[in-house]
């Protein structure tokens, strides 16, 4: 019996694999592929000859935006988690009233659909005079995924030992420097899970960069390569090309950062 059960979740496991790994293929080969090539509809063939033009003609044109996609990421990852952070201690160390309603308010809000918090969200910024600025998509991409961060960390901080801060404490330890001295250092796996999903997050987004940027120098990766089709005739060979190279830094993130985004996401939720 546990041979059969064991050989179904094998199949399952195989089948999905395929099916997430087979876009990811498709991605790949049209992208080395000759337009000539592309419109024989021979879509899993591997290509006669490689191609690479198309990636040096993609990434000519993403140059600019790929630099302001990493501008935007990488502060606003960085800000996030440090506001996150200080939100998820306060939650999770300390005791105030409305503090379960305000973590039951946090959760609702980390999984409601952000589009529509799109037309408040661009009054906000126009009202600032942020619009077509990269701090305008900065303090936006803070604002939608602090609450997430939030919680991840406050769910990470509840696993560390209470005896520890109170300790700490006694030593004449204040909340400041036991943050930064102590909680910081320990909690790394928690705060790379919250980054990582947030960089992940921010660099694939494509309403808000599409919405908050009309001037070609602020545009970000994303809407960008939706752009690389073409008008006239559907160059899937350039766009395939531009999506493997917006592509390549997420998965290299996650790569390399996975093994603290796992344990981070277990220990939360082991201790929940």
């Known amino acids: 019996m546990n041979i059969l059960k064991n050989a179904v979740i094998i199949v399952i496991i195989v089948f999905l694999a395929i099916a997430w790994i087979l876009p990811v293929y498709v991605m790949f080969t049209t992208s080395f592929k000759t337009l000539a090539e592309v419109s024989t509809g021979h879509y899993l063939s591997?290509?006669?000859?490689?191609?690479?033009?198309?990636?040096?003609?993609?990434?000519?044109?993403?140059k600019l935006p790929l630099k302001n996609s990493f501008i935007v990421s990488l502060c606003a990852t960085f800000i996030t988690v440090?506001?996150?952070?200080?939100?998820?201690?306060?939650?999770?160390?300390?005791?105030?009233?409305?503090?379960?309603?305000?973590?039951?308010?946090?959760?609702?809000?980390?999984?409601?659909?952000?589009?529509?918090?799109?037309?408040?969200?661009?009054?906000?910024i126009?009202?600032?005079?942020?619009?077509?600025?990269?701090?305008?998509?900065?303090?936006s991409y803070v604002i939608l995924n602090t609450p997430m961060a939030t919680l991840i960390t406050s769910l990470f901080f509840r696993t560390i030992p209470k005896e520890?801060?109170?300790?700490?404490?006694?030593?004449?330890?204040?909340?400041?420097?036991?943050?930064?001295?102590?909680?910081?250092?320990?909690s790394v796996s928690g705060l790379m899970s919250a980054a990582v999903l947030s960089f992940v997050n921010i660099w694939n987004e494509f309403i808000i960069a599409l919405s908050l940027s009309r001037d070609?120098?602020?545009?970000?990766?994303?809407?960008?390569?939706?752009?690389?089709?073409?008008?006239?005739v559907a160059q899937w060979n350039m766009?395939?090309?531009?999506?493997?190279?917006?592509?390549?830094?997420?998965?290299?993130?996650?790569?390399f950062f996975g093994k603290f985004f796992i344990k981070g996401l277990i220990a939360g939720a082991m201790k929940e």
């Open 46 to 62: 591997f290509p006669t000859r490689f191609q690479f033009e198309n990636w040096k003609q993609a990434f000519n044109i993403l």
């Open 82 to 124: 440090f506001i996150g952070s200080w939100s998820g201690y306060a939650l999770a160390r300390f005791k105030f009233k409305g503090r379960n309603g305000l973590f039951f308010m946090i959760a609702i809000v980390t999984f409601l659909p952000y589009q529509i918090f799109l037309i408040p969200l661009t009054r906000l």
């Open 126 to 139: 126009v009202s600032l005079g942020l619009f077509n600025t990269l701090s305008g998509m900065i303090l």
């Open 164 to 186: 520890l801060q109170e300790a700490a404490f006694l030593d004449g330890c204040g909340p400041v420097i036991f943050y930064f001295k102590i909680l910081i250092p320990i």
């Open 216 to 232: 070609p120098t602020t545009r970000l990766a994303i809407p960008v390569v939706a752009g690389l089709k073409g008008s006239y």
């Open 239 to 255: 766009l395939m090309a531009g999506a493997a190279i917006v592509s390549i830094p997420g998965i290299l993130v996650l790569l």
